[in-house]
């Protein structure tokens, strides 16, 4: 199945995927401040988490005393922490013209939940689509690293990152592909580059999309 995908009119909403310890936060941090240091209104968020009722969620989704869940169990749960933070966060934020800079979102689900959990990737993303009302991000960063040296990162693992290596390789390869497929709104960066080059390259690419919406 194929969605036709809803961009927001207003605002500009920017997405960062990639697997365990590929330094999402570091970036997504980075670009927050320096687009507040320029005068934009930025959002910085991220799912599971992001909202109150995300909050409950992301401990059941994440705790490793949670145990193991159903595979279509945990593909609704991460679905139901996304419809309420794109409800009550992400749509009024982008109305208002903000700059909504997201830590994960659809694309993590049909990675870890279709691709890792094999999935029919298809039945994942029409109820991830549906939850988000289709909404798209404006662009998605995707920071590429290989799962051991992402993994090596932790000393405690929750329960999606205490999955086996081949599970974190399919959703590496999902990541990857979905970048491709789309390559006006990807950006494809090798996590293992420093921090501040990799920074630059991902301003490169949404300086001009700020630029566009402040027309």
């Known amino acids: 199945m194929r969605f036709p995908g809803v961009y927001a009119d ?37 799912e599971p988490g992001g909202t109150e009722v995300g909050r409950t969620i992301r401990r059941i989704v994440l705790s490793p005393e949670t145990g193991a869940l159903a595979d279509r169990c945990e593909a609704l749960l991460y679905a139901a922490d996304k419809a309420e933070h794109v409800e009550t966060l992400v749509l009024p934020a982008l109305a208002r013209g903000e700059v909504v800079i997201m830590d994960r979102y659809v694309d993590s689900t049909l990675a870890y939940q279709g691709a890792g959990r094999t999935l029919p990737v298809a039945e994942v993303e029409e109820v991830a689509r549906w939850a988000t009302r289709d909404l798209r991000p404006h662009l998605t960063v995707v920071l590429d690293l290989e799962p051991s040296a992402g993994l090596g990162r932790f000393e405690g693992r929750d329960r999606i990152e205490g999955e086996s290596l081949e599970f974190h390789e399919r959703v590496r390869h999902a990541f990857l592909t979905m970048a491709g497929a789309d390559p006006d709104h990807y950006l494809v960066l090798d996590a293992r580059a420093p921090v501040e080059e990799i920074h630059r390259a991902i301003l490169a690419r949404a300086i001009p999309l700020l630029e566009q919406a402040a027309r």
């Open 10 to 46: 207003t605002g500009v909403f920017v997405c960062f995927e990639g697997g365990e310890g590929s330094g999402k936060s570091t970036q997504s941090r980075l670009l927050a401040d320096t687009l507040a240091a320029d005068g934009f209104t930025p959002l910085l968020t991220h």
